[in-house]
């Protein structure tokens, strides 16, 4: 059976109020502009203006500033579907889609209108590159049975017109 004491501290503990009381802070402002908020008092040369703190309860909505009505004209307004005007060209000419790019990375193949930077995602880092004129040759060496070599033109992309040249990883 549990005491009296603890008892009686229980019961205390249900009378205790929910809500925590405001705490007064001492708002220091320096002669250069500074302000510093604290419990301590200011220095001499600085000015003392009390602050008070609110604490406020997780879940409580206080609006920081009072709403403002809006009046609107009489005009209607029609309301449309945003235009796009223009859109991101990649340095391949977007030969490939995004959606596209993605899966030939996850099955670690390599399509025409890759950059340098998917074929390394796909495939990861050459064995070996070379450079001639303006292609670049990415080559990895046989592994498992396996080898590829992918060409690249003066802007970096895999060469080729057709999607479906591929080139499955040699790992």
């Known amino acids: 059976m549990p005491s009296r004491l603890s008892s009686l501290g229980l019961a205390t ?6 809500d925590a009381p405001g705490a007064t802070i001492n708002r220091c402002e320096a002669p ?39 009046q609107t004209s009489n005009l209607k307004i029609d309301h449309r579907d945003p235009l796009v005007v223009g859109r991101a060209v ?17 099955n670690q193949r390599v399509i025409a209108g890759m950059t340098q930077k998917d074929v390394e995602s796909a495939l990861g880092k050459p064995d070996k590159i070379s450079i001639r004129n303006s292609s670049t040759r990415y080559h990895y060496q046989a592994k498992r ?8 033109d003066e802007r970096g992309c895999t060469k080729g017109k057709a999607k479906s040249q591929t080139a499955k990883s040699p790992l």
Do not use: H, W
């Open 13 to 18: 503990l249900l009378y205790l109020p929910l």
């Open 32 to 70: 250069d502009g500074r302000i510093t908020f604290t419990t301590m008092s200011c220095a001499i040369d600085e000015s003392l203006s009390y602050q008070k703190v609110n604490p406020y309860r997780p879940g409580t909505n206080i609006p920081l500033a009072p709403q403002q009505q809006r």
């Open 90 to 106: 990649d340095k391949c000419a977007n030969l490939i889609s995004a959606s596209e790019r993605r899966e030939a990375i996850i």
């Open 145 to 152: 049975g396996r080898s590829a070599s992918i060409e690249f």
